[in-house]
Nanobody, 116 residues
Framework: QVQLVESGGGLVQPGGSLRLSCAASGSIFSIYTMGWYRQAPGKQRELVAVITSGGSTNYVDSVKGRFTISRDNAKNTVYLQMNSLKPEDTAVYYC??????????WGQGTQVTVSS
């Protein structure tokens, strides 16, 4: 079992930055693939960024060059650095930990609002 707690969301102006954090507990964090997803009102949840246990990363095209996912296994934490934020980045952002289909865990989400 893995418990995930996100933090760092908030209101930011277009062009601004935020860093989301996701603290994990309850299992061996380092072996999990960690991901950040987001869900905007009226839209399906989408994968934003993922980082494997080996450190490989992948991003949805709309955030490439603006967002960076990283992990600190010593702190059991995954981060999402978000720069040059746009209004279309507004969503609830969720942290995910995945090892197998049965060992797949979600955080409660954190709201990110990009607005002037």
């Amino acid at each position: 079992q893995v418990q995930l707690v996100e933090s760092g969301g908030g209101l930011v102006q277009p062009g601004g930055s935020l860093r989301l954090s996701c603290a994990a507990s309850g299992s061996i964090f380092s072996i999990y693939t960690m991901g950040w997803y987001r869900q905007a009102p009226g839209k399906q949840r989408e994968l934003v960024a993922v980082i494997t246990s080996g450190g490989s990363t992948n991003y949805v095209d709309s955030v490439k060059g603006r967002f960076t996912i990283s992990r600190d296994n010593a702190k059991n934490t995954v981060y999402l650095q978000m720069n040059s934020l746009k209004p279309e980045d507004t969503a609830v952002y969720y942290c995910n930990a995945n090892l197998t289909p049965r060992r797949d865990y979600w955080g409660q989400g954190t709201q990110v609002t990009v607005s002037s």
